[in-house]
């Protein structure tokens, strides 16, 4: 499994192309910045197998539309997350943007492109929908955990207590599992265990 994580967008939102030898790719949280994304996709050779939301917030799906006209690949979505695809009280975009489902998930689901198998796991808290991705020893984990701090959980669907419930979950992780979060740079489980706030003593 290889990947590369480009911040786009004024949040500077992760968006991750995971492949695997053959170049199958999924391409997570595509957030912004669609004409260099494809130029990436273009660059490494990737078949764009299918498009990962790991929540519906604007900063993480606005190149969606583009992606998905250009590869051709499916949307995949928590079935918690659908209503945002449609509704900006959830998404909080700022202009008419609709997406719809091809594919919905449900915890423990598996995706598989190529050769790498990605696990679900529902994380709600940042949002209802939220997941993180386990493929191999890495969590793409969106807005659910950072290094050092977590996602926020007052916004619309926002949930501190589900949050924390999630954290609890993704403490039970190997230590040494790898977090690439939807913001900012890498971590570990046993990092953020050790000295993460709002995971220490969870
Ligand atoms: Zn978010």
């Known amino acids: 499994m290889t990947y590369q994580c480009i911040p786009v967008g004024q949040l500077a939102a992760n968006c991750c192309l995971v492949y695997d030898e053959q170049k199958n790719a999924a391409v997570i949280d595509p957030g912004d910045e669609a004409a260099r994304l494809l ?3 273009e660059t490494y050779g990737l078949q764009v197998q299918a498009i990962l939301l790991t929540h519906v917030h604007f900063d ?5 539309k583009e992606l998905q006209t250009a590869t051709g690949a499916p949307l995949f979505v928590h079935e918690a997350e659908v209503p945002a695809l449609t509704d900006p009280t959830f998404s909080m975009v700022m202009f008419p943007y609709h997406l719809s489902a091809d594919r919905v998930l449900r915890d423990g689901d598996t995706v598989e492109i190529g ?3 990605f696990s679900v796991l529902h994380t709600p808290g940042h949002t209802r929908g939220s997941v993180c991705y386990h493929c191999g020893d890495t969590l793409f984990a969106g807005d659910t955990l950072f290094a050092g701090s977590i996602g926020r959980a007052d916004f619309a669907g926002g949930d501190f207590s589900a949050m924390r419930q999630s954290l609890m979950h993704l403490a039970t992780l190997p230590d040494e599992t790898r977090v690439v979060p939807g913001h900012g740079g890498e971590t570990t489980i046993g990092f953020e265990k050790r000295s993460n706030p709002f995971m220490i003593g969870i």
Do not use: E, S
């Not at 993480?60 to 969606?64: S, W, Y």
């Open 60 to 64: 993480h799906i606005q190149a969606v």
């Open 39 to 41: 130029t990436l996709i």
């Open 115 to 117: 050769k790498l198998t």
